[in-house]
């Protein structure tokens, strides 16, 4: 059964740093990885898409990399700023076509 | 190109009455989730219709049910509704999974 994991649960910094978020899955079949956003109360934005024969995507001051093997990614995010700050999910999706999702990490990026 | 449309945007319900929610997928897409969020907590899959045929379902009692119509609009049903399905319903389409998924803004159900 596949689970998803991500550390840490919450992470605060202040405006400027770069920071690493972190997912782990135990199953390595997957199709592909999926990063989202999600402001309070909100729906989910995608953010970047990884396919299984990829190892890293970039879009803007996010980059997120891909090892399928140790089942790990993770999510950089480049000199951060108040307006990053909401929950990041990380999202699997192997043969059944099914998202299965992390916890998420909730970021609050301090002025 | 429109995105995913959920409505409506919140709800407020009794317990043990039933409940629609209304999901129109993006442009081009076939495939349609729904997914449950509990506050706090990641997404869980309910269930997904493909070209109006359900073809995966998670871990959700009958309760649960749905529909995909032919312009691949889809509809979550709750019946009976309980306190613990008071959660965030999100919808999310694709065209084929390894694209990844596109999501709505959500339905907030609150059940008292």
């Known amino acids: 059964k596949q689970e998803v994991t991500q550390i840490p649960a919450a992470l605060s910094v202040p405006e400027g740093e770069n920071l690493v978020l972190n997912c782990s899955f135990t199953?390595?079949?997957?199709?592909?990885l999926q990063w989202f956003r999600q402001d309070p109360g909100k729906g989910l934005t995608s953010l970047l898409l990884?396919?299984?024969?990829?190892r890293e995507q970039t879009s803007g001051r996010l980059n997120a990399s891909l090892d399928k093997s140790s089942g790990r990614s993770t999510l950089y995010i480049a000199a951060s700023q108040p307006g990053d700050s909401a929950t990041y999910l990380c999202a699997v999706t192997g043969n059944t076509g099914k998202l299965i999702f992390g916890q998420g990490t909730t970021l609050q990026v301090k002025p | 190109e429109t995105g995913v449309t959920q409505s409506p945007t919140h709800l407020i319900k009794t317990r043990g009455q039933q409940v629609t929610l209304r999901c129109s997928s993006q442009s081009g897409h076939n495939t349609v989730s729904w997914y449950q969020q509990a506050l706090g907590q990641g997404p869980q899959f309910i269930f997904q219709y493909y070209r109006e045929e359900e073809n995966g379902r998670g871990n959700f009692p009958p309760r649960f049910s749905g529909l995909q119509f032919p312009n691949y609009s889809s509809e979550l049903n709750v019946n009976a509704l309980e306190l613990d399905d008071s959660a965030l319903y999100l919808c999310?389409?694709?065209?084929?999974?390894?694209?990844?998924?596109?999501f709505g803004s959500g339905t907030r159900l609150t059940v008292v």
């Open positions: 999310a389409s694709s065209f084929r999974d390894i694209y990844g998924y596109t």
């Open positions: 990884i396919q299984s024969s990829q």
């Open positions: 199953d390595s079949a997957i199709y592909n």
